[in-house]
């Protein structure tokens, strides 16, 4: 098994080179996850299609949603490959690498745990900062022009902020300085994480209905429709920073209601 995934890598990417691999094959890596990802949910909002799952009644207009999109190409050229190519000597560096053999999934489980913990605690604090008076007026307010959300609006930010909160997510891979592979499948997951978070649909199968400490797309809804203040729901992905910190108790006053409420109408 593992001779025929070493095959298989060696046969994709044996014609190109570390960097390229690091740069030109990761951006497209992100642009596809991303846009294939959070395409169904601006389709859905477009079309009124699972509106029972929709979290806000209101939505987009289609002018609204390809702004959104024509941004994001602008600044995903401009502004993320940029980044990855400056990044790549310091990865280098740090030990990254896409040579044979490929490291063992416990490796590459590991890994991509630990990035996942400490992306939501740096993100936390960053994204706190972002919603102090100064940094929210002239940076972060772009990302809540969509009080709103859908899946593409995750990653709509001003390029300050991509730069400032994008550590978070090079940070783990960083340190550790992995296999190209692992750094694919971080890269992929997070842009599924982020994107569903932001969806602004919660449905039956959303993942956190069955992930522990996992946020999902009702506890950050919630931080894009409240004023900014009192938003709160600062983490990216888990729930538990926000609880320790005492940032998420207006949410959690607002769903105690909405159930109340809820059950109140059976």
Not at 54 to 80: D, E, F, G, P
Request: charged share 15%.
């Amino acid at each position: 098994m593992a001779s025929a995934l070493d095959s298989a890598w060696q046969a994709v990417t044996g014609n190109l080179s570390e960097f390229q691999l690091a740069t030109v094959v990761t951006f497209l890596i992100h642009e596809t996850a991303f846009f294939l990802s959070g395409l169904p949910s601006l389709l859905f909002e477009r079309f009124g299609l699972f509106a029972k799952y929709k979290i806000q009644k209101k939505s987009n207009t289609s002018a609204y949603q390809m702004r959104c999109v024509l941004r994001l190409i602008l600044y995903h050229v401009c502004v993320n490959l940029p980044i990855m190519i400056f990044s790549y000597p310091a990865f280098k560096f740090m030990g990254l690498r896409s040579t044979l053999p490929l490291p063992h999934w416990t490796v590459v489980v590991s890994q991509v745990v630990f990035y996942f913990v400490l992306e939501d605690f740096i993100f936390y604090w960053g994204h706190r900062a972002l919603h102090t008076k100064w940094l929210y007026k002239h940076v972060h307010s772009v990302h809540h022009e969509y009080a709103t959300p859908f899946g593409l609006a995750s990653e709509y930010a001003h390029p300050a902020e991509i730069l400032f909160l994008g550590f978070a997510t090079v940070a783990g891979p960083a340190i550790t300085g992995p296999h190209m592979l692992t750094l694919w499948i971080w890269i992929v997951l997070r842009v599924v994480e982020t994107v569903e978070a932001h969806s602004g649909y919660h449905f039956p199968w959303s993942p956190s209905n069955f992930l522990p400490l996992y946020g999902g797309s009702e506890f950050h809804d919630y931080h894009h429709r409240v004023l900014y203040t009192k938003s709160g729901n600062y983490a990216s992905t888990f729930v538990y920073m926000d609880w320790l910190f005492g940032t998420d108790k207006d949410y959690r006053k607002a769903k105690a209601i909405e159930e109340k409420e809820g059950k109140k109408k059976l």
